[in-house]
């Protein structure tokens, strides 16, 4: 039962256009999104949240949107560079039992921007 | 400062091996996470603390013991791991406000 998905395994974008990535999620107690930058056999890097009360959220070449009624969210980077190149996972948190913040994961996709 | 510290970064050991992961932070968070990832995977939830006392199991196998002697420390104890077991594994932290989960490099661990 994956409650997070991210439908595009792998994305290739030339350099200085728009990345866009997507995520769909089932579980409507979600309450907060993140999105997360990885490389192999490292940990996952904290890029951009958004809270279920905006839409809308951006920092610097990074902007999150969220649509709440379709439970869909998107990552933008503009523009993309050569060293956005890694894994991107999106992940959703719930509250759980006494305040708990329990973070499930989607599945990933490969960005891949071409120079 | 945002770091997590995880040690050591590679693990190898037998099946009939004992070993331990450590992982650290210094940022006052008061819960910790520990998460499993394979490779082409995302990452999977396996336990989290909350206030020192652990709050998430997520049915994981008694072969795997987590420990958290303090708010700054976090420990997975291993025990008769099979080689499937075998995976990076994630240490996280959770800061506020804001929600946002920090993580550690990983341990890469390999069951023989």
């Known amino acids: 039962d994956q409650q997070v998905k991210q439908n595009s395994p792998s994305l290739s974008v030339q350099e200085g256009r728009i990345s866009i990535l997507n995520c769909d999620y089932t579980?409507?107690?979600?309450?907060?999104f993140l999105w997360y930058k990885k490389y192999p056999a490292e940990g996952p890097t904290f890029l951009i949240s958004?809270?279920?009360?905006?839409d809308k959220n951006e920092d610097g070449r990074f902007t999150v949107f969220l649509n709440k009624s379709a439970k869909h969210l998107s990552l933008h980077i503009v523009p993309s560079q050569p060293g956005d190149s890694a894994v991107y996972f999106c992940a959703a948190s719930a509250t759980f039992g006494s305040g708990t913040y329990k973070y499930i994961f989607g599945t990933g996709t490969r960005l891949k921007v071409l120079a | 400062d945002t770091e997590v510290t995880q040690t050591p970064k590679h693990l190898v050991m037998g099946m009939t091996n004992k070993k331990s992961l450590k992982c650290e932070q210094h940022m006052g968070h008061r819960a910790m996470y520990w998460y499993k990832q394979k490779a082409k995977k995302p990452p999977e939830l396996m336990f989290v603390y909350s206030y020192e006392k652990l709050s998430i199991n997520e049915s994981v196998p008694s072969r795997f013991s987590p420990e958290c002697p303090n708010s700054s420390l976090l420990n997975l104890h291993l025990h008769a791991l099979q080689p499937e077991d075998s995976a990076l594994y994630l240490c996280?932290?959770?800061?506020?406000?804001?929600?946002?989960?920090?993580f550690g490099s990983g341990t890469q661990l390999s069951v023989l």
């Open positions: 996280a932290s959770l800061g506020t406000p804001g929600q946002k989960l920090f």
């Open positions: 579980n409507s107690m979600f309450d907060y």
């Open positions: 958004i809270s279920s009360i905006k």
